[in-house]
């Protein structure tokens, strides 16, 4: 058994390309179409297996879409294991507006799972022999999963000493969360929309994310804020990092990807919050510098988070 496996129940054949301008009616010449296996867990696998780790990714795939995401994969030398479906694995389609370097992002909702279908997933995560250390589901859920599957997750991973990580959004997040998982990484317009809170300062944002582990719902909560980088928060403390200014003028799919898959990646290794947070969001910022969901490269990885300026602590009322 690896000692990590990521999760995607809705994993995706991404499409990226660009084009001079976006515009409506008209025809759109676009340049070369890349392909890459994605959707968030498997995105993250593919860059903890270049930064060494021992990772397997498991997903549903189903279709011709569902059969390039395994052959992408295999290219890749990523370690899987594929539940078969009845429906088609979706496609999503990126294209970067080369004349402003904005980026519009295609996601599709996913091929329907049948009940019979994430049940066998399930399953056979709870019947696991030799546990893994870390389990990560990240991606949205398809339709026809309930928004409790990552949370029904949570009981055999704790009885297992598993540390699950979940990195979704809506409602999946929130039953999460209520279920109690070691570590959760929602982007600042999810956590605001978790609380409902404006979280409009710094101050705010800290407060929240320790407020979660107080709480006993996350042991760690890692909240990317964009351009401004990120938090992390422990029981132990609460760090901010900036972001590093690089040019995202390929895309910034999969950055918060990078992102999970560098910060697990360190903290396995048993790296402290701080340290984990600078890998964290030296992945983020090494994956603008590939198109599509091409993601982060390890060298550059390695390379950026020697810029990374140590992260600043918060004091926060108690």
Same mark, same amino acid.
Request: charged share 15%; hydrophobic share 50%; with cysteine.
């Given at each position: 058994?690896?000692?990590?496996?990521?999760?995607?129940?809705?994993?995706?054949? $991404?499409?990226?390309?660009?084009?001079?301008?976006? =515009?409506?009616?008209?025809?759109?010449?676009?340049?070369?179409?890349?392909?890459?296996?994605?959707?968030?867990?498997? #995105?993250?696998?593919?860059?903890?297996?270049?930064?060494?780790?021992?990772?397997?990714?498991?997903?549903?795939?189903?279709?011709?879409?569902?059969?390039?995401?395994?052959?992408?994969?295999?290219?890749?030398?990523?370690?899987?294991?594929?539940?078969?479906?009845?429906?088609?694995?979706?496609? #999503?389609?990126?294209?970067?507006?080369? +004349?402003? *370097?904005?980026?519009?992002?295609?996601?599709?909702?996913?091929?329907?799972?049948?009940?019979?279908?994430?049940?066998?997933?399930?399953?056979?995560?709870?019947?696991?022999?030799?546990?893994?250390?870390?389990?990560?589901?990240?991606?949205?859920?398809?339709? *026809?999963?309930?928004?409790?599957?990552?949370?029904?997750?949570?009981?055999?991973?704790?009885?297992?000493?598993?540390?699950?990580?979940? $990195?979704?959004?809506?409602?999946?997040?929130?039953?999460?969360?209520?279920?109690?998982?070691?570590?959760?990484?929602?982007?600042?317009?999810?956590?605001?929309?978790?609380?409902?809170?404006?979280?409009?300062?710094?101050?705010?944002?800290?407060?929240?994310?320790?407020?979660?582990?107080?709480?006993?719902?996350?042991?760690?909560? =890692?909240?990317?804020?964009?351009?401004?980088?990120?938090?992390? =928060?422990?029981?132990?403390?609460?760090?901010?990092?900036? +972001?590093?200014?690089?040019?995202?003028?390929? *895309?910034?799919?999969?950055?918060?990807?990078?992102?999970?898959?560098?910060?697990?990646?360190?903290?396995?290794?048993?790296?402290?919050?701080?340290?984990?947070?600078?890998?964290?969001?030296?992945?983020?910022?090494?994956?603008?510098?590939?198109?599509?969901?091409?993601?982060?490269?390890?060298?550059?990885?390695?390379?950026?988070?020697?810029?990374?300026? +140590?992260?600043?602590?918060?004091?926060?009322?108690?």
């Amino acid at each position: 058994m690896p000692a990590l496996i990521t999760l995607t129940l809705n994993p995706a054949l $991404d499409l990226a390309t660009t084009t001079d301008r976006v =515009a409506p009616t008209h025809k759109l010449r676009c340049g070369p179409v890349r392909r890459f296996a994605g959707g968030g867990g498997i #995105n993250v696998a593919r860059v903890l297996h270049r930064l060494g780790s021992e990772v397997q990714a498991w997903a549903v795939a189903g279709g011709a879409a569902g059969a390039q995401v395994r052959q992408l994969l295999a290219d890749e030398g990523v370690a899987t294991a594929i539940q078969p479906i009845a429906g088609d694995t979706r496609e #999503n389609f990126s294209v970067v507006e080369t +004349a402003t *370097g904005q980026e519009y992002r295609f996601v599709l909702p996913g091929p329907a799972l049948q009940a019979t279908e994430w049940q066998a997933c399930l399953h056979t995560l709870h019947a696991l022999t030799h546990a893994p250390r870390w389990l990560i589901a990240s991606g949205s859920l398809p339709p *026809g999963v309930p928004p409790d599957f990552y949370a029904r997750l949570a009981p055999g991973a704790r009885a297992r000493g598993t540390r699950l990580v979940v $990195d979704t959004s809506g409602l999946p997040l929130a039953a999460a969360l209520q279920a109690g998982v070691t570590l959760v990484k929602p982007s600042l317009r999810e956590l605001r929309e978790l609380l409902q809170q404006p979280l409009a300062s710094a101050a705010a944002w800290c407060a929240a994310a320790q407020a979660l582990v107080h709480a006993g719902q996350a042991e760690i909560v =890692a909240l990317s804020l964009g351009e401004q980088g990120a938090v992390l =928060a422990t029981r132990d403390g609460v760090w901010q990092a900036p +972001a590093l200014s690089v040019s995202a003028a390929t *895309g910034t799919t999969g950055a918060g990807d990078c992102f999970l898959a560098a910060l697990v990646w360190a903290l396995d290794r048993g790296e402290a919050p701080p340290q984990a947070l600078r890998w964290g969001v030296a992945a983020g910022a090494a994956a603008l510098l590939s198109p599509g969901t091409a993601l982060a490269q390890a060298h550059d990885v390695q390379r950026l988070v020697h810029s990374v300026p +140590a992260p600043v602590a918060f004091t926060l009322q108690p």
